[in-house]
């Protein structure tokens, strides 16, 4: 009768399925964590690198209205491309530990004149990425950390000589 007791309830064991499903679940977690962090990674990633080329955009567009007049003027562009205005005085940039160190502003000049194109581009920037796959996937040396280098280039717009006023 024992005998026949242990057999039965062995069988039941072994026909039971019910700790399948949390054995797979508890298999596939990992992945699925590696997975979720690594496709909201790389949307930051693109988001952040949309926010540098439309602060490069905007950064060229200023540049190009306005009388050009050297550091002055560069430095007012690295502004609007940090922050998005002129003087950025209590304002947050535009993407983390974005510095107008890493703004460069360069014009192609004509001779004895004004500027025939504006240049202003993001240069020594790293995305900083929230989650560290390299330790999720067990090798120290992957990193998310990439560089994020936008460019844009205008044409110089101001039709008056330099030191002239603001255009509109």
Not at 20 to 45: Q, S
Not at 73 to 100: E, F, H, I, R, Y
Not at 138 to 147: D, E, I, K, V
Request: glycine share 8%; with cysteine.
């Amino acid at each position: 009768m024992t005998r026949l007791r242990i057999i039965n309830r062995a069988r039941h064991l072994a026909e039971n399925e019910t700790g399948g499903t949390l054995a797979e679940l508890a298999i596939l977690i990992p992945f699925l964590i590696v997975m979720v962090a690594a496709v909201a990674e790389l949307g930051r990633y693109f988001q952040t690198y949309s926010t540098l080329s439309k602060a490069t955009r905007a950064s060229a567009r200023y540049l190009s209205r306005i009388a050009y007049e050297g550091e002055t003027t560069d430095l007012l562009a690295k502004n609007v491309a940090v922050c998005g205005k002129p003087d950025c005085t209590g304002m947050n940039p535009v993407a983390p530990s974005l510095t107008v160190d890493n703004v460069a502003v360069s014009a192609e000049a004509a001779p004895g004149g004004n500027p025939i194109t504006v240049t202003v581009s993001i240069q020594n920037y790293n995305f900083q990425p929230l989650f560290n796959l390299g330790a999720l996937l067990g090798n120290n040396t992957f990193s998310l950390a990439l560089p994020i280098k936008p460019s844009t280039t205008m044409y110089y717009m101001w039709t008056e000589p330099a030191g002239g006023e603001e255009g509109g």
